[in-house]
């Protein structure tokens, strides 16, 4: 009787480790990887800067004349538009992957 009886609480003490599992497993936080870009806002503002510059720079260069102020103008808006593109365009180059927890 009492070998039975302990075999019958070994058997419940096992049922329940086994039972317990999935649900200690389920409460550890789920881990994903999530994509990150660095701040590209300053990269952009910063190749808008360098264009209009340089675009202002070489339309006053090209025009003739009186018309300087508008090639002028002209240049630094075509610069500022292009330097944009082309910060934002490698601005997505510089992302990475990280482990993130839920």
Do not use: F
């Not at 096992?14 to 806002?41: D, F, M, Y």
């Not at 340089?54 to 102020?69: F, R």
């Amino acid at each position: 009787m009492r070998n039975k009886l302990i075999a019958s609480a070994s058997l419940v003490l096992a049922t329940l480790s086994v039972a317990a599992a999935p649900l200690s497993a389920s409460a550890q936080p789920h881990r994903h990887r999530v994509q990150v870009c660095g701040a590209s806002q300053h990269a952009k503002n910063t190749g808008t800067v360098v264009g209009a510059v340089t675009g202002g720079l070489l339309g006053n260069a090209v025009s003739h004349g009186g018309g300087k102020t508008g090639g002028t103008l002209i240049g630094a808006g075509v610069g500022a538009v292009a330097g944009h593109q082309i910060a934002r365009s490698n601005g997505s180059t510089h992302c990475h992957y990280e482990w993130r927890r839920d």
